[in-house]
């Protein structure tokens, strides 16, 4: 069966939309995991972070706090840094 062009055309735009869709889709899913969400409200964690960046500067063998750190912005340095606190935690 021979289509015509613009059944053609149409069948185009369908498979752009729909792997747009599924791009945009996937964009925005890794946008939402990425916030931080309490009761429903985003977040701005920023004051956190630099609070217990002080805090940790004056009391470095405070293993919460770098737990705290971690948590916040999950890098793995602040974990380590918890580790050299307490290896055996």
Known sequence: MIKSAKETINFFYICL???SLLFFSAFYLKIYLN???VLGTEVDTSREVMFWQ???L???Q???GWIELYNLTEKDEYLNKAKGVDPNR
């Open 54 to 56: 002080e805090f940790v």
């Open 35 to 37: 916030k931080r969400v």
């Open 58 to 60: 004056e009391n470095p």
């Open 17 to 19: 939309f729909t792997i």
């Open 62 to 64: 405070y293993y919460e």
